[in-house]
Nanobody, 119 residues
Framework: VQLVESGGGLVQPGGSLRLSCTAS????????MSWVRQAPGKGLEWVSD????????NYADSVKGRFTISRDNAKNTLSLQMNSLKPEDTALYYC?????????????RGQGTQVTVSL
């Protein structure tokens, strides 16, 4: 399982970023996928997940209405569109195999991409 995130960076409050994750080493279209994040000094926080065909999406309350998860099974990519970013969204963002309940069960996670929201 290989997951490689990209798209992070420094953005001002209220700004937008789009994260991407390229998957390989497994049949991407068979799996639920998640985005999770870890803020400095805190534990992993599940952000969003999407089912195998992209028809069902779930979000943490903290990002609902601001973030949108999507996937392209033809390209083995997972995306997270983040709008109206807040300083509390600052974290290392990971894509992970699995859903909200299983993403932290050793199914695979990337190295992460840093998102910093600051003036």
């Amino acid at each position: 399982v290989q997951l490689v995130e990209s798209g992070g960076g420094l953005v001002q409050p209220g700004g937008s970023l789009r994260l991407s994750c390229t998957a390989s080493g497994f049949t991407f279209s068979d799996w639920y996928m998640s985005w999770v994040r870890q803020a400095p000094g805190k534990g992993l926080e599940w952000v969003s997940d999407i089912n195998s065909d992209g028809s069902r999406k779930n979000y943490a309350d903290s990002v609902k209405g601001r973030f949108t998860i999507s996937r392209d099974n033809a390209k083995n990519t997972l995306s997270l569109q983040m709008n109206s970013l807040k300083p509390e969204d600052t974290a290392l963002y990971y894509c992970a195999r699995g859903n909200e309940r299983t993403y932290n069960s050793g199914l695979g996670r990337g190295q992460g991409t840093q998102v910093t929201v600051s003036l």
